[in-house]
């Protein structure tokens, strides 16, 4: 069974930073696309950052050049560094994998973390 462990979530000020952490379990990381998602208060989830095995990376518009993620296949982790933070990247963020380094792809495994609260507020 796949489990993914969020954590890193906080309240920061507009423009501020957070690194975000995801450890999964009960997959074979190192082989799976990882992307990050985030749900937004009244919104649907959406991918906002994917990672190949090999570390090529893709994001949504809206993240583009201000969030970074990366992992780390020895331990698991994937992680995304989010800098600018404006309001409207209030979330609940969560990982899993992904079908492909495409943002129209899907989620790979059914189960999900509980997430991490991200608010940007002053």
């Known amino acids: 069974q796949e489990q993914f462990v969020e954590s890193g979530g906080d309240l920061v000020q507009p423009g501020g930073s957070l690194r975000l952490s995801c450890t999964a379990s009960g997959i074979i990381f190192g082989n799976s696309y990882m992307a990050w998602y985030r749900q937004a208060p009244g919104k649907q989830r959406e991918v906002i950052a994917i990672i190949s095995s090999g570390g090529i990376t893709n994001y949504v518009d809206s993240v583009n050049g201000r969030f970074t993620v990366s992992r780390d296949n020895s331990k698991n982790t994937v992680y995304l560094q989010m800098n600018s933070l404006k309001p409207d990247d209030t979330a609940v963020y969560y990982c899993?994998?992904?079908?492909?380094?495409?943002?129209?792809?899907?989620?790979?495994?059914?189960?999900w973390g509980q997430g991490t609260q991200v608010t940007v507020s002053s």
């Open positions: 899993n994998g992904h079908s492909s380094i495409l943002t129209n792809g899907a989620p790979l495994f059914r189960s």
